[in-house]
């Protein structure tokens, strides 16, 4: 799974926009978690969530920046 994943990522962005595809997908676990989170919580049972935000700190997503 990692290797296809690794594979989908453009190899010609730069550290920006790179950051800024991370930013969108944090965004985006960050909102699966507010709907889903109890649920997503009690699968984990006793297991820590990661915790995103020490990786990247909250800033506003300007979505006309998006390389895709």
Request: charged share 30%; aromatic share 6%.
């Amino acid at each position: 799974m990692r290797s296809l994943l690794h594979a989908l990522v453009p190899r010609d962005w730069t550290g920006e926009q790179a950051l800024l595809a991370a930013r969108l997908l944090r965004a985006s676990l960050d909102a699966v978690w507010a709907v889903h989170g109890e649920a997503m919580a009690e699968a984990l049972g006793d297991r820590p969530r990661h915790r995103w935000n020490e990786v990247l700190p909250d800033e506003d997503l300007d979505t006309d920046d998006i390389p895709f």
